[in-house]
């Protein structure tokens, strides 16, 4: 079992930056797939962003937000600058094992955090 646990959500003027932050124990930190995802009141769950090995990213924020990880503190990150309203969504941080790099599917992350809300306002 990994449990997930997101801070640093909160309400931003558009055009400010965030930083979100994600604990995870249980496992250990560096053999674990890690990514962002989001969902906005009345749509799908959608991607933000991963890493690995390496890192990927949606289209929609490619630029803006930069996802890392600190494997000493079994932390991810995902700095989020430039935020417009439509980035406003709850945020959840995912994780698995054995979901390879690259991958943006939500049905490859066995273990997800509570979320956190970001409003961005305009």
């Known amino acids: 079992q990994v449990q997930l646990v997101e801070s640093g959500g909160g309400l931003v003027q558009a055009g400010g930056s965030l930083r979100l932050s994600c604990g995870a124990s249980?496992?250990?930190?560096?053999?674990?797939?890690m990514a962002w995802f989001r969902q906005a009141p009345g749509k799908e769950r959608e991607f933000v962003a991963g890493?690995?090995?390496?890192?990927w990213y949606a289209d929609s924020v490619k630029g803006r937000f930069t996802i890392s990880r600190d494997n000493a503190k079994n932390t991810v990150y995902l700095q989020m600058n430039t935020l417009k309203p439509e980035d406003t969504a709850v945020y959840y941080c995912?994780?698995?094992?054995?979901?390879?790099?690259?991958?943006?599917?939500?049905?490859?992350?066995?273990?997800w955090g509570q979320g956190t809300q970001v409003t961005v306002s305009s």
């Open positions: 249980g496992r250990a930190f560096d053999s674990l797939t």
């Open positions: 890493t690995r090995f390496n890192t």
């Open positions: 995912a994780a698995d094992p054995r979901t390879y790099s690259g991958s943006s599917s939500s049905a490859a992350y066995s273990y």
